[in-house]
């Protein structure tokens, strides 16, 4: 791994975590993140592997209750609405932000997939006794600093109910990833990922993620960390694990 990659990059701050950042490239960055995720994010797994079982099961004690939390623009609950409406079921989706900004966005272009849309950190659902079949997030955690990250951990906990599932995803960092991301955001830089942040942000996001033995070594007990491709990682907790 490069020096440049060897140590996270916590210092580095993405564009469009700024207050201040430009509201037109802002607007276009969410707009353009489902198609990103869909490439690199994989959620047709997660909707296979974590949701449909759970969303069967919950068919016979009422809604699935699923948590966004970090939603961003909203893009993953739009999906999961959608691909859960196409295969016959029903879920209640939230999609969690603390930025305003996000939630704004999001909101104004739900296209009707009738996800609920709240600008809240975790505790504040907790405080509420709020709870929820799955918790999730996606690209979350390298925006975290430890005690935030700690923070989400063990509210991701709280909030889930008996039988439920935590699973939050994001990228591993690697040389092969920043070099593979640089690489294949470049020749649509000045087309489809022109006036956004993304290509900058996803080389800044890279820098600043775990690899799978960092989040190991600060994960609580009770949760587990799975790697996957292309440089992925999960940190995974089940009702049943050891709580902390």
């Known amino acids: 791994m490069s020096p440049a990659l060897a140590v996270r990059d916590v210092e580095t701050r993405e564009l469009m975590d700024d207050p201040h950042a430009d509201a037109r490239m802002l607007a276009r960055t969410y707009g353009r993140f489902g198609f990103v995720n ?9 909707y296979r592997r974590d949701i449909l079982p759970r969303v069967e099961r919950a068919e016979r004690a009422g809604r699935l209750r699923i948590l966004d939390v970090g939603a961003g623009g909203g893009d993953l609950c739009r999906l999961l609405a959608g691909r859960l409406r196409h295969d016959g079921y029903d879920a209640e989706i939230t999609a969690l932000d603390a930025d ?8 104004a272009h ?11 950190l975790t505790t504040e659902l907790v405080d509420a ?23 989400v951990l063990s ?8 039988g439920g599932l935590v699973s939050h995803h994001d990228i591993a960092r690697s040389r092969t990833a920043h070099v593979l991301f640089a690489a294949a955001t470049w020749p649509i830089s000045r087309t489809l990922l022109a006036d956004s942040f993304i290509r900058e942000d996803g080389l800044i996001s890279i820098r600043r993620s775990y690899t799978v033995a960092e989040l190991t070594a600060i994960a ?24 902390s």
């Open 38 to 46: 869909a490439l690199v994010s994989r959620p047709g797994t997660l």
């Open 100 to 107: 305003e900004r996000a939630i704004r966005w999001a909101s």
């Open 110 to 120: 739900d296209r009707g997939a009738g996800i609920r849309y709240r600008r809240a």
């Open 129 to 151: 006794g709020d709870t929820y079949d799955v918790v999730l997030s996606n690209h979350v955690l390298h925006h975290l600093d430890e005690d935030e990250l700690q923070t």
């Open 155 to 162: 509210d991701s906990m709280r909030l889930v109910a008996p």
């Open 220 to 243: 609580p007990t009770g949760w587990t960390v799975r790697g996957g491709l292309p440089s992925r990682l999960e940190l995974r907790w089940e009702e049943g694990s050891a709580r």
